[in-house]
């Protein structure tokens, strides 16, 4: 049984990223139309399905979409030869394809007018800090930052006998351990961003982690700490979008790690320290609707503990 159990979740931490490849990743294109139609087809031809192609007026236009978080890169083609913008604190990897598509474009240019090869201008429009220029730094902080949340459940329900004791305990624990951890991550140069509003997130993502183990806990006793465990950990984990991006996933699981505390949290904090611009509001409300599933979650079980407490009385 332990090997099975052990299999299945080396199943689950491997399968997707052995089945990455890009689906309907966003990218963008500048060029007269005649060129940006040919490219687009001779990338679609290699990559079927692979991209989804935007068209705007000028690299300009284009940056500011990669800003936004509406597209993960940009390659913009004029007069003067090839330009390829990227984000790598979008997805270093990402930029790496986009950078090496663009290298391919650029020879079959070439070899089409009988040119010389020149290499593309590479432009990072939002580049990861010089502290952690692979940004490996974040990828490896996803997973304390989930295990901050199951270790603040797992005190509250050893250390303290009442549910009210235990969500007062949650909140402290969730805001002074985001607080250390956000000044960690800030201090290790992995995050850039304003340290308030990092803060906020990372307590947030603890608090929704364990205030839905202690909820479940309250309904379903130990197994219901299991079920959280295997739900934000074993499952969360995986396909959060720490190391690549959402589109990178098989179907439906990048979405999937995007409606979870950690693949929320991880986004976030994300946008918070290299993308100030882009929108914020759908990692915010998942991350608050989690904290209030688990709250309504402890108040059920409280609920249906004491009636089952007056019923024996």
């Known amino acids: 049984m332990e ?33 940006t139609s040919a490219v687009e087809q001779a990338v679609d031809g290699k990559a079927p399905g692979g991209f ?3 068209e705007y007026d000028s690299a300009d236009a284009a940056a500011t979409a990669i800003k936004h978080r509406e597209i993960y890169g940009a390659f913009v083609l004029s007069d003067a030869g090839l330009d390829v ?50 940004g490996a730094g974040l990828a490896a902080a996803a997973l304390p ?17 009442f549910y ?41 993502g603890i608090a929704a982690v364990g205030f839905v183990l202690v909820g479940l806990q309250s309904l379903f006793k130990f197994p219901g700490i299991i079920v959280g465990i295997l ?8 396909i959060s979008g720490t190391s690549l991006p959402v589109e990178f996933y098989p179907a439906p699981l990048g979405s999937l790690g995007q409606l979870l505390p950690l693949g929320s949290e991880v986004s976030l904090l994300r946008r918070i320290s290299f993308f100030p611009d882009a929108a914020q509001t759908t990692q915010w409300v998942t991350l ?12 059920i079980g409280v609920t249906l503990q004491k009636k089952r407490s007056r019923a024996h009385t």
């Open 145 to 161: 930052l989930v295990i901050a949340g199951i270790v603040a459940a797992l005190l509250a329900t050893m250390r303290m006998r």
């Open 231 to 238: 739900l934000f950990f074993i499952i969360g984990n995986p």
């Open 3 to 35: 090997t099975v159990i052990v299999s299945l979740i080396l199943v689950i931490f491997a399968w997707p990223l052995v089945n990455a490849t890009p689906s309907s990743l966003p990218v963008g294109i500048v060029g007269p139309t005649s060129v």
């Open 288 to 299: 608050v609707t989690w904290t209030l599933i688990g709250a309504i979650l402890l108040v």
């Open 52 to 54: 989804v192609w935007n």
């Open 85 to 134: 913008l990227t984000a790598s604190a979008a997805n270093a990897a990402v930029a790496q394809v986009l950078t090496q598509i663009g290298q391919q474009i650029a020879d079959a240019t070439a070899r089409s007018f009988g040119l010389t090869v020149l290499s593309p201008q590479v432009t990072d429009v939002v580049p990861l800090p010089a502290t952690d220029a692979r």
């Open 164 to 204: 009210r004791q235990r969500a007062v305990f949650l909140a402290k624990v969730s805001f002074v351990a985001g607080a250390a951890i956000a000044g960690i991550l800030q201090g290790l140069g992995i995050l850039v961003g304003n340290w308030w509003w990092e803060w906020l997130a990372i307590s947030l």
